[in-house]
């Protein structure tokens, strides 16, 4: 089946294509309103409400609140209530698109009472990935080769992670025209972020580390001039000649690189993807007394309740009162 024959019209938006008010130009930009990586985890969601929906002989566009209900319901069998609740959204979602945003059914107090009894019954706990702290880069940073082109690549990649807080998709995006150093280190211009929808574009400092061994900018400049980079790209695959490929390294490879390394420090690979570099300097600067709003402003949170985890992780021990009955 086509995606407008399964009811996805965030994709595909019959009220804004037929609507002859509209200019191409606007018709454009509108579909350009949720990001690429939403629109793909809406779409994936829906599928699976329109499938159970199909297979049930019950309409799906709009939706009855008791089958939303029903649906949620057996999902919770197998599913976080973590995961219900990012079904609903993209349910409510594409039901917003398709005109009933007054007559959404997930606004339904019947739905959003099944919503609170899942999370009740389930709970809404988070288990993310371990965080790379400070104290494990200078564990790591032996194990980067920097005779060899890859090891010098790693090595920037991982420190300028860490040190400018990125998520890996702002990472791999990073050009060299982005990169401005000054004496005092590199500021790093984010074009888009997931915390920058609008696209308004933020800066991130790094400044050089006194520890030359695990300093982001050292490292950054050593893998610009051994690469001869210019333009373009910053962090790029290599081929199997160790030769340089015209493209981006994709998000998926820094969470390899990442497990690679902390294999080789002797952590458990699988505990670690491309995020533990973000939350590793959360936590890292927590621990060592960073102020909440200092931390957000460098890792370029819009809220403060993901910060806050954060910094209650890294104050577990710190803040434990065993450390002081010891």
């Known amino acids: 089946m086509s995606h407008a024959a399964k009811d996805f019209v965030l994709r595909e938006n019959k009220f804004i294509e037929e609507n002859d008010k509209l200019t191409e130009k606007s018709k454009k930009r509108l579909k350009k309103s949720k990001a690429d990586n939403t629109l793909k985890a809406y779409e994936a969601d829906w599928l699976d409400f329109y499938e159970w929906c199909y ?23 197998n599913a976080k209530a973590n995961t219900v609740s990012r079904r609903l959204s993209a349910i409510s979602e594409n039901h917003k698109a398709a005109g009933f945003e007054e007559n959404n059914p997930c606004r339904r107090g019947l739905v959003r009472n099944a919503l609170d009894a899942i999370k009740r019954e389930k709970g809404t706990i988070q288990r993310g990935k371990a965080p790379l702290l400070l104290e494990d880069l200078q564990d790591i940073t032996p194990h980067f080769d920097i005779l060899d082109i890859a090891g010098i690549r790693d090595k920037a990649l991982v420190l300028t ?16 025209e982005d990169l401005t150093f000054t004496r005092d280190g590199v500021i790093i211009l984010v074009h888009h972020s997931k915390g920058d ?28 001039n051994a690469a001869k980079l210019t333009a373009g790209p910053l962090f790029r695959p290599l081929n199997k000649y160790k ?37 590793g300097f959360a936590t890292s600067a927590a621990q060592h007394d960073v102020d909440e709003r200092t931390i957000m402003h460098q890792t370029r949170h ?25």
């Open 55 to 77: 297979h049930a002989g019950l309409k799906v566009l709009p939706a009855e609140p008791e089958t939303i209900v029903n649906y949620i319901n057996d999902l919770a069998d």
């Open 243 to 279: 030769q340089l490929r015209p493209r981006r390294l994709t998000d998926k490879s820094v969470a390899l690189i990442v497990k690679k390394y902390a294999a080789l420090a002797g952590r458990n690979a699988a505990d670690f993807a491309g995020h533990s570099l973000r939350r």
């Open 161 to 176: 992670g860490f040190m400018g807080a990125f998520r890996r998709s702002e990472l791999v995006k990073i050009d060299v």
């Open 302 to 326: 819009k809220s403060e309740k993901m910060v806050r985890r954060y910094i209650e992780q890294g104050n577990l021990f710190k803040n434990n009162a065993l450390n002081k009955m010891f």
């Open 197 to 224: 929808q609008e696209g308004q574009g933020e800066y991130v400092a790094i400044p050089y580390n006194p520890d030359s061994t695990v300093c982001a900018v050292v490292a950054l400049k050593h893998w610009m």
